[in-house]
């Protein structure tokens, strides 16, 4: 009797793995942002490379394009970040960063030190853009059309399967 009593805890761990894991499995389907097939929102930032430069919706003017969001303790960015400059090495598509609630030298050493995908990137410290954005942390991609609407949102690191499955479709149109 005993030993059954000491499996009690066993169990009822287990049982809420399993239901942990259920709730897991398909989040990518539960994080649809609200954005798709929405036009991009409007914001003023400052630029990551100068305080003084504040940037805007307009400045994302080469379209289509993509909106990173990236930060340097984010380290799924850094795993993802050589995709990003082979991308922009084969000028598929321009990138525009969103640097997310980051320390600003610490960002721009990173761009220095590893090269910068980006046509530039927007500091959002606070993350007010991100919050607009749905953004539950980096990195999250957006694919944004000509016409300047959201068509795709990836969450998680962008690789050449992911460029293939999510966002390559987009430039054919």
């Known amino acids: 009797m005993k030993k059954t009593l000491d499996l009690i805890p066993l169990i009822i761990f ?15 389907d539960q994080l649809e942002s609200v954005l798709v097939d929405k036009s991009f929102p409007e914001f003023s930032l400052t630029s990551l490379s100068d305080e003084s430069s504040f940037k805007s919706k307009k400045d994302i003017s080469e379209l289509p394009a993509l909106v990173n969001v990236w930060a340097t303790w984010c380290i799924a960015c850094r795993v993802e970040h050589p995709f990003l400059m082979k991308l922009k090495e084969n000028s598929t598509i321009k ?3 969103l640097n997310y609630k980051d320390d600003r030298v610490k960002a721009l050493d990173l761009l220095e030190r590893d090269g910068n995908p980006f046509e530039f990137s927007i500091y959002d410290f606070e ?11 980096a990195p999250e ?24 499955e999510k966002f390559a479709q987009y430039l054919d149109d």
Do not use: C, M, N
């Open 14 to 28: 287990l049982a809420l793995i399993l239901v942990l894991f259920t709730f897991l499995s398909g989040r990518e």
């Open 95 to 97: 990138i525009y960063g």
């Open 127 to 137: 993350g007010r853009l991100a919050i607009d954005l749905g953004v539950y942390g």
């Open 141 to 164: 991609t957006f694919f944004i059309d000509k016409e300047g609407i959201v068509r795709e949102r990836h969450v998680g690191v962008v690789d050449e399967k992911v460029w293939q």
